[in-house]
């Protein structure tokens, strides 16, 4: 939930609002909150589409509806308002409103920009906040890795390294290589990473010091430094 308080938060207190947005939020908000308690996914969808019509983009959604109105389930629940089961329930119309607008959100072209993964530790369950915020990176072009609740420490290392492995390979397969000599020197034909970053290290001292400006592979090499 702090993510979604936090980071996509921050996205959607930047987005300019106008006069008809302002006067209608705290109705919204108090719409939604609602749904949520009564356990009505088609109201509360309905009043995310309204949020849209009224000024609202996907990033305002999650921060100004869903994020303030699971709060306010969450507080419900551990004063023994609303059970546990209730509570659940105003998670999973959250996590279907957020799956339903997703669409409307893509602002960028998918996987233009780098590579993201998010994860919940082993232990934490809770990751409607974490979701929210994957959304609106993915919808501003980010490779997304999203690996969910309760991941193991050893499961969560293992991806980092492969996500890291596989950037790293994707990054020197798109440099201009004809001869493939660069490639050769990935850590999957054989050498260790440190090995592999050692050797583009030395790429980049090599061919980037001087007139990097003037050579494609010289600038390319830069970039990946």
Known sequence: ?????????????????????????????????????????????????????????????HARLIAPAMNEIGKLWEH????????????????????????RGLRASPRSRERLMLAAVQGEHHILGLRLAADVLECAGYDVLFLGADVPLPALLTACRLCDERGLHDRIAALPD???????????RGYSEARARAICRRLVAVHSLYGCDRNELAVELTKLS
């Open 80 to 103: 023994d308002v609303i059970s546990v089961g209730e509570e659940h329930l105003a998670t999973a119309i959250s996590h279907g409103v957020a799956a339903r607008i997703f669409g």
């Open 178 to 188: 004809p001869d493939n000599s660069i490639a050769a020197y990935l850590p999957s």
């Open 1 to 61: 939930q702090s993510l979604a308080d936090g980071s996509v938060s921050q996205r959607a207190a930047d987005m300019p609002r106008n006069r008809s947005t302002d006067l209608g939020e705290d109705e919204l908000l108090s719409r939604f909150t609602d749904a949520l308690r009564e356990g009505d996914a088609k109201v509360a969808e309905g009043v995310a589409e309204d949020a849209l019509q009224n000024g609202f983009d996907v990033a305002a959604v």
